[in-house]
């Protein structure tokens, strides 16, 4: 059988390159048990392998563009208050795509769907940059997009593409190589999370707050842009407004790491390379190199890792304030940008138990920390109270 056969999920990203190519359409993207998108090949499969060639774990692709050392780095945001404070880094993303749009050119992003899941689709109306902007925590379905790209694409129009690492690698190898009209752009990326623990978590919310959810926007800006806050919205009014150390999704994600998806703990897209026009990125701790660079309303960083990259950027002139930085700068804060987030202990058992237990009591399981960390913590809680009953006497 000359077809994909994935026997490592650990080796499938989900990014959808495979089920663009195939032409008999016999690629459909399920979930599987623990609720991430994985190719399946039904009875049309003519055997072709056109499958297996495009896959670019499979095929690792050429390097494309400068590596991280040599690309231009900014600190910059958007000009434009309201954009900068709607978005979830500084409203680099939006500027890039309003000068698409006014060139005649179409932009390619994630939006939620009527029951706030996650997927990508092709815009040609600056109308849609509300629905397009903003981090969506979950992992995102790319569909037929990359084909509806390369229709555009023919036709000589210019497309921002933005997506994971991995997603925009897929469509590399789907186009097989970045044409001139494309601007290829990706984010630095911590890792992609399975949206049914998102659903079940939405779920959860609906239930304690007796409404459905209206209005979902993750890193919320209303009391700062860098404590992670996460705002969902119901029906009735109610509302959920927590912060990373609080809200449950948020603590899963960045604190347990129960929910990621099992390629991202050993990410082949953290090279020496970025392989995109753009990456975008928050860029955490820039206060430390030039106090002025941080409002807390949110601060991007932008790597130009081509020269069509850059012109981009230089391109943007009044919308945004920028300032060259250097890599370092970034690396102190964003580990990310270099290493993969490893699993937490109890990830396997928290992904599956959660049909039958729902978020809450997965959570109040398994979203602890392990047990070393436990009893550091209750030693230094103990030695707090010591010292202080000491400092009394
Ligand atoms: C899952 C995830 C993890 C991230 N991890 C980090 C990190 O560790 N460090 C860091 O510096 N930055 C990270 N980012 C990027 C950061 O949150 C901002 O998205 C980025 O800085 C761009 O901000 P912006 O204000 O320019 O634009 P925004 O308007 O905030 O960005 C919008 C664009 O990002 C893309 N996008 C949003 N959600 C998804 C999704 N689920 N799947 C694919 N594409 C999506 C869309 O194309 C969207 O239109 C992450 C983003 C996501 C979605
Ligand atoms: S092309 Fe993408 S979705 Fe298809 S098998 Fe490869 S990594 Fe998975
Ligand atoms: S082998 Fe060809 S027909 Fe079969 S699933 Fe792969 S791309 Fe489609
Ligand atoms: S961490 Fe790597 S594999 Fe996971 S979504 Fe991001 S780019 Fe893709």
């Not at 692709?61 to 954009?83: F, K, Q």
């Not at 991995?166 to 992609?192: M, N, S, T, W």
Request: aromatic share 8%; hydrophobic share 35%; charged share 25%.
């Amino acid at each position: 059988m000359n077809r994909l056969v994935i026997t490592d999920k650990a080796n499938c990203t989900g990014c959808g390159a495979c089920q663009n190519i195939c032409p008999c359409d016999a690629i459909s993207m399920q979930w599987d048990e623990e609720g991430f998108p994985y190719p399946l090949i039904n009875e049309r499969c003519i055997d072709c392998g056109q499958c297996i060639q495009v896959c670019p774990l499979i095929n690792p692709l050429p390097t494309y563009g400068e590596s991280l050392e040599d690309a231009t780095v900014y600190a910059a945001w958007s000009n434009d208050e309201e954009r900068r404070i709607q978005s979830t880094s500084g409203g680099l993303f939006s500027e890039l795509a309003l000068s698409v749009y006014e060139t005649g050119g179409v932009v390619v992003g994630a939006v939620y769907d009527e029951a706030f899941m996650i997927h990508h689709m092709v815009s040609e109306r600056a109308e849609d940059l509300g629905r397009l902007r903003q981090s969506k925590y979950a992992q995102s379905d790319i569909r037929l997009v990359f084909r509806e790209i390369k229709q555009f694409l023919a036709q000589d129009r210019s497309v921002l593409f933005c997506g994971t690492p991995c997603q925009a690698a897929g469509l590399r190898a789907y186009l097989g190589g970045v044409p001139e009209k494309l601007l290829l752009c990706d984010f630095i990326c911590r890792g992609i999370n399975s949206p049914k623990a998102y659903a079940a978590y939405l779920k959860m919310l609906e239930q304690r707050h007796g409404a459905k959810v209206v209005k979902v926007q993750f890193k919320n800006k209303d009391k700062g842009w860098n404590q992670f806050h996460t705002k969902v919205t119901f029906g009735n009014g109610s509302v959920h407004h927590q912060d990373r150390n609080t809200d449950p999704f948020m603590q899963a994600y960045l604190r347990y790491n129960l929910v990621i998806r099992p390629c991202c703990h050993i990410c082949k897209f953290k090279e020496d390379h970025r392989n995109v026009d753009l990456s975008l990125g928050d860029f955490w701790g820039v206060g430390k190199h030039a106090s002025e660079l941080d409002e807390n309303k949110g601060t991007s960083v932008v790597l130009a890792n081509t020269k069509k990259g850059k012109r981009a950027v230089e391109a943007l002139d009044a919308r945004v304030t920028s300032r060259v930085m250097s890599i370092e700068q970034v690396y102190g804060g964003n580990i990310c940008l270099r290493q993969s987030v490893v699993a937490g202990n109890n990830r396997g058992r928290f992904l599956a138990e959660l049909d039958q237990a729902g978020f809450k009591k997965a959570m109040q399981r398994y979203g602890r920390p392990p047990f070393i960390t436990h009893c550091f913590s209750l030693v230094k809680q103990a030695a707090k109270k010591v010292c202080c009953w000491i400092g009394k006497s």
